[in-house]
């Protein structure tokens, strides 16, 4: 079965750095989004991407996040300047039109 | 606000028991309803998806869906070791993919061997 794939699995940074994550979605993906879950809590929506454009963003997406989808298949989510509060599970999901949500394996971000 | 309440649990079950997870939730716009497993450290996936009022089956798992009581329910039947993980429940205002989800924290589950 195909794979939502995300790289890198775990990404330790320091305080203010910027970071890549990186999703490669199943291909006939139509809606790709960034989600994030800090350790115990709920998964919270950051922003969702159609038509290689950004379709709705939460409050959390603020001028820090960015995505992008440099090359029409990657699906990257930036972090410009990370704080110790983006220490979180990010998880990227695509979806088919009309089907359930398949998400990637998940970057663990350690933000020190 | 848009909000899916779960009880967090745990839920302890014994082995081929029955285990059941709740959920409400407060947008009476919400259309499409899943249930996603996710085990410690991992990602969620997608165990049931519902839509319409009444009950959807597969395999040993139960949906039931009460958009009138806005309730989502899962029952687990023959409940197996290998079923202990966090149950997500999640919400949309849509049939389809555009609007994002809306999951409660989740029902954390053991099954006792």
């Known amino acids: 079965e195909p794979e939502v794939t995300q790289t890198p699995s775990h990404q330790v940074t320091q305080m203010g750095q910027e970071v890549i994550l990186r999703c490669v979605p199943i291909s006939n993906h139509l809606y790709f989004y960034w989600y994030r879950q800090i350790l115990g809590q709920k998964v919270e929506f950051l922003v969702s991407?159609?038509?290689?454009?950004?379709?709705?963003k939460s409050e959390i997406f603020d001028d820090q996040f960015s995505v992008e989808r440099p090359d029409g298949s990657n699906f990257t989510l930036k972090i410009r300047s990370t704080k110790l509060e983006d220490s979180a599970m990010y998880f990227c999901?695509?979806?088919?039109?009309?089907?359930?949500?398949?998400f990637g394996s998940g970057t663990r971000l350690t933000v020190v | 606000q848009k909000e899916v309440e779960q009880n967090s649990g745990p839920l302890s079950v014994p082995e081929g028991a029955i285990a059941s997870l709740n959920c409400t939730y407060s947008d009476r716009g919400s259309q499409s309803f899943f249930w996603y497993r996710q085990y410690s450290g991992k990602s969620p996936e997608l165990i049931m998806s519902i839509y319409s009022n009444g009950d959807k089956e597969d395999g040993r798992f139960t949906a039931q869906l009460n958009k009138a009581s806005q309730y989502v329910s899962l029952l687990i039947r023959d409940s197996q070791p290998s079923d202990s993980a966090t149950y997500l429940c999640?919400?949309?205002?849509?049939?389809?993919?555009?609007?994002?989800?809306?999951f409660g924290k989740g029902t954390r589950l053991s099954v006792i061997a």
């Open positions: 991407f159609y038509n290689n454009e950004i379709s709705e």
């Open positions: 999640a919400v949309n205002s849509w049939n389809s993919g555009n609007t994002p989800l809306v």
């Open positions: 999901a695509g979806v088919e039109k009309d089907y359930g949500y398949t």
